[in-house]
């Protein structure tokens, strides 16, 4: 059930440009399952008589995934094109889309685009096509956040269960342990301040899903979504629960206790590498982000530790997740089953999710892995040996119950963006934020039609 509201919405957030025409995709009259055939696969098939699925994917190690399963598998065959990571394919996916040919069968999306494209009729519900079976692998927050309403349109890969990263020869020196509230948070950034030390963690307008899973920590809400409420979303972002994380951040940047950089740029990276930052308050997958920047190979190496995140209530731990991706079934895959087939399998079987895990490319969200002693008991390199895994990310990993988006979400990330780099400006509180947060995110879902609740 979609309306033309919801079709406007995401169109206006799809930002399509002119893209060159992609080579791989269904929806044609190809009987095996894709409009690619073995030469544009950057892979080998090597069971050419069996019928063919294509994908776009950018996992690190996706030829070797891919491979592993065309070994394995005697029913179907992987044809794998890696068309860019992120935002590179989802430009190519809308083009097909908006086109109505030249898509994949199966498609790598992080879980919080899946909503835009699920309202788009791009992706094929997967309850009756195997989730049954699959079910029980995973848990019911890795489901939520691949699934739209009660509908499931994609197969939970890996995940970014949060905690806090932190540098032990800063918290050695000025006599600090990890925090456990943010209220002690607050007091350790101040101790370190007072004495002459660095600021604490950075908060940084370039990342709105981290701030997005530090609300839903306070027990915010801010979106519910069901597609079959036609033309209905409701939007939260003033509660007071909102408010609380916004107004904390405010005052820890208004008492310079944290950085305001934006993340993920060589300037920051610098800044972690030289000790500028105590702590980084990350996902599971940082560990191989930060190793790939050069993080812990010099002078930082053997400093680094993790914890759990820090609590609004410590006798009521959250957890909260930052990323994660899924296989989705493109809605022009000629052969759905055979589709939702490798979107269920290609990325797991043991071999995958082993080199995936223990090279830290990906932090799997498979339960047989989660509970393997030897990735729960895994001494973490980065980490100085730490089993991180047991300590923090399982735990995290299990206790997550999922998000809630919806199709006009990176418009909401666009505009957080923009009041988190006001409260960094020191032009607006927490609450002020919030306020205009609330007031732009449901003026522009009311412009696209939605009933606002």
Not at 21 to 39: K, L, R, V, Y
Not at 57 to 80: H, R, S
Not at 179 to 189: D, F, R, V
């Amino acid at each position: 059930m979609k309306t033309k509201p919801v079709l406007a919405a995401v169109t206006a957030l799809a930002l399509v440009g002119a893209l060159a025409a992609c080579t791989a995709g269904g929806g044609g009259d190809n009987a095996d399952g894709g409009g690619n055939d073995d030469a544009n696969c950057t892979n080998s098939i090597p069971k050419e008589d069996l019928p063919v699925v294509t994908m776009w994917a950018w996992y690190p190690n996706m030829e070797l995934v891919v491979d592993n399963f065309n070994e394995q598998n005697d029913e179907v065959q992987v044809c794998w094109t890696n068309a860019g990571a992120g935002g590179d394919a989802y430009d190519k996916f809308q083009t097909a889309i908006s086109a109505g040919s030249g898509a994949p069968d199966v498609m790598m999306v992080e879980a919080d685009r899946i909503a835009t494209f699920q309202a788009q009729d791009a992706l094929v519900e997967l309850n009756d096509l195997g989730y049954e079976d699959v079910k029980d692998n995973f848990s019911e927050g890795a489901w939520k956040d691949v699934s739209v309403g009660d509908g499931v349109y994609g197969a939970p890969v890996d995940g970014g269960p949060m905690g806090m990263i932190y540098r032990t020869d800063i918290f050695d020196q000025y006599g600090i342990t990890p925090p456990t509230t943010w209220a002690e948070l607050e007091t350790a950034a101040q101790t370190v301040k007072d004495a002459g030390g660095p600021v604490f963690a950075s908060f940084a307008a370039n990342q709105p899903a981290e701030v997005t899973a530090l609300m839903y920590q306070n027990g915010a809400q801010p979106f519910e979504y069901d597609p079959a409420n036609e033309g209905e979303i409701g939007i939260d972002l003033n509660s007071a629960e909102v408010k609380e994380v916004l107004d904390y951040w405010s005052g820890l940047v208004e008492k310079d206790l944290v950085g305001t950089e934006d993340q993920f740029t060589p300037e920051y990276i610098a800044g972690v590498i030289n000790g500028d930052y105590a702590t980084y308050l990350s996902a599971a997958w940082a560990p191989g982000y930060l190793q790939g920047a050069g993080v812990g190979e010099g002078a930082d190496a053997g400093v680094w530790a993790t914890a759990p995140m820090p609590q609004w209530d410590a006798s009521n731990p959250i957890a909260i997740n930052w990323g994660g991706s899924a296989f989705s079934v493109s809605s022009q895959a000629s052969d759905p089953d055979l589709a939702a087939q490798v979107a269920f399998g290609v990325y797991a079987d043991q071999a995958s999710l082993d080199d995936g895990w223990q090279n830290q490319i990906i932090f799997p969200l498979n339960v047989n892995v989660l509970e393997s002693p030897e990735f729960q008991d895994y001494e973490v390199p980065f980490f100085g040996g730490q089993q991180a895994n047991k300590e923090v990310y399982v735990p995290a990993a299990n206790a997550y119950e999922g998000m809630t988006y919806t199709p006009i979400g990176q418009y909401y990330y666009s505009q957080l963006t923009e009041q988190i780099a006001r409260i960094n400006e020191g032009s607006a509180t927490g609450s002020e934020a919030a306020d205009a947060l609330q007031e732009a995110v449901v003026a522009y879902a009311e412009e696209q039609g939605f009933t606002v609740k």
